[in-house]
């Protein structure tokens, strides 16, 4: 019981100082990657998730409207949007994320050959190899990557992998705006996630 | 931070007033609050070994199937707040099991 009460005091300890300083947001602001808009051949949306319903989930619909919008700055010609279907939606008939997306490119007028929806992907690194390949048939080798700031990092490494020349556009600045204990709490929930996917990528030697 | 303070400053002010009702109104001592906090520490504790247990073996499981089985399973299920909800309660049932004998 005393080793439990000693790590109860620790959780605890952590806890509040995780939610009362701003530890987590000077971690999140070394994890994450400088924005660097610049002209490409391609804009990248990574999946985030969509409901039953066809919904896109508060997280794909922030990287899909910060997608639209640099497309529609003009830089790049192409938007790829991806994102599987969920098992059981499928069996109910639900669409697939990736034809949600495009389907609301397609009424904010993008024009439907500039729109490539890519849905048979299940992971990270599942959408880096798919995309890559498609670009690869059009001779495309930049892309404004788009998902979230905590995501960026490990996204990248996988798509330069992939062999592609990579500039970061996340979808959000949580590490700089993440200024309530909740929203730490959050913020340090997402920065240890990533460390797992990195530590995992790592491992298994996919990047 | 104005949230950070507010936030912590109602905490303080309603512990300190708790406090004060414990004592006066209900007797109570503070080495049976230090004892009190001791015991919360302990199911804190206990919480968190669930959450670790329950994280691996579902990491685990998830590998497994994914490697055994044609069906997908996102890593990010184990994302879900009820697995930290179901580990606490695991945890202060532990710890009441524990101390009930």
């Known amino acids: 019981m005393i080793a439990l009460r000693g790590i109860g005091i620790a959780a605890t300890l952590f806890f509040v100082f995780s939610a009362f300083t701003p530890f987590w947001n000077f971690v999140g602001r070394r994890l994450r990657l400088e924005p660097q808009l610049t002209k490409s051949d391609a804009i990248v949306v990574l999946g985030a998730g969509v409901l039953m319903d066809g919904t896109l989930s508060h997280e794909s619909l922030r990287r899909t409207v910060h997608g639209l919008r640099l497309y529609k700055r003009g830089l790049a010609p192409l938007l790829v949007v991806s994102g599987p279907t969920p098992r059981t939606d499928a069996r109910r008939g639900g669409l697939p994320e990736a034809e949600v997306r495009k389907a609301i490119a397609l009424e904010m007028g993008i024009p439907a050959g500039d729109v490539i929806a890519i849905s048979q992907v299940h992971t990270t690194r599942d959408e880096s190899e798919e995309i890559a390949a498609r670009l690869a048939e059009r001779r495309s080798t930049t892309i404004l990557l788009v998902t979230e700031s905590m995501h960026m990092r490990r996204a990248m490494e996988l798509f330069e992998r992939a062999g592609l020349r990579v500039f970061p556009a996340p979808s959000d600045d949580f590490p700089r705006v993440a200024e309530s204990p909740e929203s730490r709490i959050g913020l340090m929930w997402r920065a240890l996630i990533q460390l797992a996917g990195v530590v995992y990528y790592r491992a298994a030697g996919y990047t | ?101």
Not at chain 2, 20 to 48: D, I, N, P, T, Y
Not at chain 2, 60 to 70: E, G, K, M, Q, W
């Open chain 2, 1 to 101: 931070m104005l949230e950070d303070v507010l936030v912590l400053s109602i905490v303080a002010v309603t512990t300190l007033l708790a406090y004060a009702v414990g004592r006066k109104m209900f007797g109570r001592s503070a080495r049976s609050l230090a004892q009190a906090w001791a015991q919360l520490m302990e199911c804190v504790g206990a919480f968190c070994l669930f959450l670790s247990v329950n994280m691996v073996i579902g990491v685990a499981v998830i590998l497994i199937l994914r490697a055994t089985t044609p069906r997908f399973i996102s890593m990010y299920i184990l994302d879900d707040v009820m697995l930290i909800i179901l580990s606490a309660v695991q945890g202060l049932a532990f710890r009441l099991w524990w101390r009930s004998e």
